[in-house]
């Protein structure tokens, strides 16, 4: 056949697609398909009538030129519709610009939201989107919600200088990022800098903080300066019907999906239509979904050499008459009838020799499939330092009998191969799995992602050390798996949940009565004491929060997430590190230096009392801006002289007011900026002991002695051997509890 012969039969097979393709509506009758470059598909419109209901209402705003659609009435440009639930949109960027004196600029956006009253038709695409923060002096952080929980997340960026920028690379220096969570339907993005960019100006005078589809953004240096000049980046919404009876189901309203279409559930109360295999179109319109004919194309019927015949969503192919059909290798085709006689009895023993090639050649490809998982298993278990880990344990006789070096199938089976379903905690290192062993034991699965394989000497080492920690407020380490890609590290199942979701909680915050959030911060403080103290190498949490601190049934504290902890050699006082922790928790001193010590665990379990003691967020955006900091919010009360205001009211009526005071200046004392004026855990662990004393024994004299406070604990009291005074820093003045009390501190004795 010619090259023309060949190009007009092309044209004939590409002719009547092209006119079915033309056929497929993808509006309602009489409604637009379309505003400006950009297709409106059912149930999208741009009309009243046209839309399935107010949620997809396109606004097609021709004062612009070219007309641009947007989403109801609000200014959020919709550049793209696809059926399969997608919709590309631009959206705002958070600037914080500063002129080369370090002076503010005010032409930005600094607080870029994306809010749709939509009864959660749309969310954030946490598959398509990341959370980006850019800029060399930045810190960035975006507050999402899913529904009605809400979530905070953040990026700290700092670097002296362009050339350690790595282009096409977001990995922390001059950019960083941080993945979506899934259901978000409302988010609020905020950005600051640390010194006004008077350091960094020359190259990077802005801090930017934005939500971008990852693949349509590549970062570079020139994005340090360059992103002052750009006002909106693409960002991508997943799209759905809301049905709040039941999705997929009939209900008040039948479900939107028309004929030759399936609903596909989404979640309970949301779906999306698709058409049926066979069927192309719309499967929102009625008869929107037509029939492919699959013989026009010879990429989709494998009807080769045979008669294609068209059928309702499908099609079937024969032979010409003489000829019948005959499976060969596996393939059908036409043969003609006289070939029958003498082929009957070879094709079934060729089918028959096939058959069984396949069963052999399955039975192999299984066992060589089962032999490269063993030996990838083996690499793994190598790599990691499973040999260093096992002679370890054998040199700690009671690590040995504690800790089990669990196999891969294990974990896998405890957790239904790591199912969604079993996920009950996630962060920034890894995902966190419910499983139940063989035993009927239940446990909690660490899986972190992918770590430097020059870190695996100090994960073992930590494994160890953890092995030994017999402490009854400390999670319990059973024991790890080393032969995947990255360490499994296995812990008791705590079954309360976390003190965060306690305190943050209404209706649980009033079970947490004065007497057990007391307890909770001293066997906290208790375990911070002992790691610093009392391990054979000292040991920095670097990473205590509410929501490490873990709950029992009977309300026993639980510290948990030694993910980021840091060992610290006898003969030194602190580590040089990379700043890592959570925003809101960390150590300024810390943040600002990059030397990580004892006194950062100390500042952190200062807003971790801070929590128990007013129940506020950490990082509020109902406050002020100068008081969304909690730690900001404590002291600007106190220099107020009312801090009894933000006291959890729930706890102002049963607690001591003696107690009151002093839990409050020790976090006063805590949350000082300077570490060396920091008290040690030890010096915290007693002083919270003697007040739950006070608790258990109310007849004991306020002037509680601490030296027999210090005997009870077989602790000595601090490291010059002088006693500490834990008295009469605070006092309580009258005019703002319910019974006329109000909390103001005092300078210290």
């Not at 996920?423 to 139940?436: A, H």
């Not at 992918?450 to 030994?468: A, K, T």
């Amino acid at each position: 056949m010619g090259i023309h012969q060949r190009f007009w039969l092309v044209i004939l097979i590409a002719a009547p697609l092209a006119v079915i393709a033309a056929e497929l509506p993808i509006a309602k009758p009489g409604c637009p398909d379309k505003c400006g470059n950009v297709s409106i598909p059912y149930p999208f419109g741009t009309r009243e009538g046209c839309y399935y209901d107010h949620n997809f209402y396109i606004s097609c705003n021709d004062t612009y030129g070219l007309p641009l659609a947007f989403i109801q009435n609000s200014t959020i440009n919709v550049t793209n519709i696809t059926p399969e639930g997608r919709m590309h949109i631009m959206k705002l960027i958070a600037h914080d610009c500063y002129d080369e004196l370090g002076r503010p600029i005010y032409d930005y956006d600094n607080n870029p939201t994306f809010q749709l009253d939509s009864n959660g038709s749309y969310t954030i695409s946490d598959t398509e989107n990341k959370f980006v923060a850019v800029g060399c002096d930045t810190y960035a952080y975006i507050e999402g919600f899913q529904g009605d929980k809400s979530y905070t997340a953040g990026c700290i960026t700092k670097c002296d200088s362009v050339d350690y920028v790595t282009n096409h690379a977001c990995s922390g220096i001059g950019c960083c990022q941080t993945s979506i969570a899934k259901g978000t339907d409302y988010f609020s993005v905020s950005v600051t800098s640390y010194t006004n960019h008077t350091r960094v100006w020359k190259f990077n005078p802005c801090s930017y903080g934005f939500v971008v589809e990852e693949s349509k953004f590549d970062f570079t240096s020139n994005n340090l300066r360059d992103l002052q000049n750009v006002s909106k980046l693409p960002m991508v919404l997943d799209w759905s019907i809301r049905d709040v009876n039941h999705a997929c189901g009939k209900s008040i309203k039948a479900n939107a999906c028309q004929g030759n279409s399936s609903c596909i559930p989404i979640d309970k109360n949301r779906y999306r239509c698709k058409c049926l295999e066979g069927f192309e179109g719309n499967p929102y319109l009625p008869s929107g979904c037509k029939d492919i004919n699959e013989c026009l194309d010879p990429n989709i019927n494998d009807c080769k050499g045979m008669i294609c015949t068209n059928t309702i969503g499908s099609y079937t192919c024969s032979c010409s008459k003489g000829y019948h059909r005959v499976e060969i290798s596996g393939k059908e085709v036409c043969v003609a009838n006289k070939q029958y006689d003498w082929k009957r009895i070879l094709i079934p023993i060729g089918i028959g020799g096939l058959a069984l090639l396949l069963v052999v050649g399955t039975w192999l490809s299984w066992g060589y499939n089962k032999w490269k998982l063993i030996k990838l298993r083996q690499k793994f278990f190598m790599q990691n330092g499973g040999l260093m880990l096992q002679q370890q344990l054998s040199n700690h006789e009671g690590s040995a009998k504690t800790t089990k070096i669990f196999t891969a199938e294990e974990l896998e089976k405890a957790t239904n191969n790591f199912d969604e379903s079993r996920i009950i905690g996630q962060g920034g290192y890894g995902m966190v799995y419910k499983g139940t062993l063989r035993d009927g034991r239940i446990v909690a699965i660490k899986k972190s992602h992918i770590i430097d394989q020059s870190q695996n000497e100090q994960f073992i080492n930590e494994v160890v050390i953890l092995s030994q920690i017999n402490h009854r407020n400390v999670v319990k380490l059973l024991g790890c798996c080393l032969e995947t890609e990255v360490p499994l590290l296995v812990y008791e199942f705590i079954t309360n949940g976390t003190l965060h979701h306690h305190i943050h909680n209404k209706i649980k915050a009033s079970s947490l009565t004065w007497e057990i959030r007391l307890r909770i911060a001293a066997e906290t403080a208790g375990v911070l004491s002992y790691l610093h103290s009392a391990a054979s190498t000292p040991i920095i949490h670097r990473d205590i929060k509410s929501t490490n601190i873990l709950l029992d049934d009977s309300y026993t504290a639980k510290v948990s997430d030694f993910g980021t902890s840091r060992l610290i050699p006898q003969d030194q006082v602190g580590l040089s590190t990379v700043v890592q922790g959570t925003i809101g928790y960390l150590d300024p001193e810390y943040l600002h230096t990059s030397q990580l010590t004892e006194k950062s665990d100390v500042y952190s379990f200062g807003v971790v009392l801070l929590e128990l003691l007013t129940g506020e967020k950490v990082l509020s955006f109902d406050r002020v801006e100068e008081e969304r900091n909690l730690s900001m919010y404590f002291f600007s009360a106190i220099k107020d002289n009312c801090l009894g205001k933000i006291l959890d009211g729930s706890i102002v009526n049963e607690a001591n007011t003696k107690q009151l005071n002093e839990v409050a200046n020790l976090a006063k004392r805590c949350l000082s900026v300077k570490g060396e004026e920091r008290p040690t855990m030890k010096e915290v662990a007693m002083e919270l002991e003697g007040l739950r004393r006070m608790t258990k024994h109310p007849w004991v004299n306020d002037a509680w002695d601490p030296k027999e406070v210090e005997y009870l604990l077989g602790e000595t009291s601090d490291k010059s051997g002088h006693d500490f005074d834990v008295s009469g820093s605070m006092s309580i003045i009258s005019n703002n509890f319910p019974d006329q009390v109000e909390l103001a501190i005092r300078n210290g004795r």
